[in-house]
């Protein structure tokens, strides 16, 4: 019986400027798969080459897999982000009505 692929969570950046300059979060079975499905959609905006296209595995984390809007490969432009900081990645809550990330949750405590 053959065993059935899960998707896996991947980022998707350009390698010079990393991902902290824009990145696409990706779902597919393989780092490979996930760079070429994606690299169409950032050509031109994120990346012009090829060699610049960097993927990343994720951790299949729940806040990270809920993100997911199909069973089958696909990518996210634009998935959740902080409302403070504006960067995705990292775990985020609710905080008085505003999606906040950890670390900005940190600095609003203090």
Known sequence: MKKKKKLKAYTGFNR??????????IF???GKE???LAFG???GHLVNEWIEFAVRRL????????QATSKNPHVI????TCSSCG???YE???VDGERMCEYCQEWAEE
């Open 87 to 89: 960067m995705w990645g």
């Open 59 to 66: 951790p299949n984390v729940e806040w990270i897999m809920r």
């Open 28 to 30: 597919d079975y393989t």
């Open 92 to 94: 985020q809550k609710m």
């Open 41 to 43: 959609l950032v050509a």
């Open 16 to 25: 010079n400027t990393g991902p902290g300059e824009g990145a696409v979060l």
């Open 34 to 36: 996930a760079r070429r």
């Open 77 to 80: 432009e634009w998935p959740e």
